[in-house]
């Protein structure tokens, strides 16, 4: 099985612009979750979707939204990206059915988001 | 709020030292715990995990963790260390979501860099 695939994995932006991210799971995997890795915070859990729909979300401003499409592939957006932005972000999927021990995460690479 | 701390920051080894990192948790209810590894340049990776069971786990590469629920910990431990295990350790737990929606979100510590030094 191909594993969670994410792009770009490199990124520079400047403030004030908008970015979208993507996440592709792993086939048969429904729920996508995405977090924030920085040095300073470590890694923060933004958002998780689960067939199209927002189940849970971190303590992040509104300017970070995702979506997930029907296929379970995500995008996250960021907007007016502030230099506290850089960071790389991960994805992770799960099957997410019948319980925690199937709710194990497998991440992908990371996009890395420079924003100068 | 759930929280999990990572008590070393940076642990500088030489190479056949025995290792033990400690991880705590803050959460009264069910927790399902976990290890992962960062290499250098690499992703994420689970070492291993808890749901239940034997508290004694064994995960990838010689790596094991103990579940003491009285303490609230999740320490991992290699018996002897080599220069291939240099990384960032994440102790990671999973607690439910309020919302109680069936979403799983792991709440990680700030993770342990380990230098191993040939």
């Known amino acids: 099985k191909a594993g969670v695939t994410q792009t770009p994995r490199y990124l520079i932006k400047t403030r004030g612009q908008q970015v979208t991210l993507s996440c592709s799971p792993i086939?048969?995997?429904?729920?996508v979750s995405w977090y924030q890795q920085t040095p300073g915070q470590g890694l923060q859990f933004l958002f998780e979707?689960?067939?199209?729909?927002?189940?849970n979300k971190g303590n992040f401003p509104g300017r970070f939204s995702g979506r997930q499409f029907s296929n379970s592939r995500s995008e996250m957006n960021v907007s007016t990206l502030e230099l506290g932005d850089s960071a790389l972000y991960l994805c992770?999927?799960?099957?997410?059915?019948?319980?925690?021990?199937?709710?194990?995460?497998?991440f992908g690479p990371g996009t890395r988001l420079t924003v100068l | 709020a759930q929280s999990v701390s990572q008590h070393n920051h940076h642990v500088i080894l030489s190479e056949a030292a025995s290792l033990e990192l400690g991880c705590n948790y803050s959460?009264?209810?069910?927790?399902?715990l976990f290890w992962y590894v960062q290499y250098p340049g690499q992703h994420l990776q689970l070492l291993l995990k808890y749901f239940s069971g034997d508290p004694l786990v064994k995960g990838i590469k010689g790596f094991e963790a103990e579940f003491i629920k009285s303490k609230f910990s999740f320490n991992l431990r290699k018996p002897s260390v080599q220069w291939s295990d240099t990384a960032e350790y994440f102790c990671?737990?999973?607690?439910?979501?309020?919302?109680?929606?069936?979403?799983?979100?792991?709440?990680f510590g700030k993770g342990t860099k380990l230098s191993v030094i040939p």
């Open positions: 992770a999927s799960s099957h997410n059915s019948g319980g925690a021990a199937y709710n194990e995460q497998f």
């Open positions: 086939s048969g995997h429904r729920s």
């Open positions: 990671a737990v999973i607690t439910t979501s309020y919302s109680g929606a069936g979403s799983y979100q792991l709440t």
């Open positions: 959460y009264g209810g069910t927790v399902n």
């Open positions: 979707y689960f067939s199209e729909t927002q189940r």
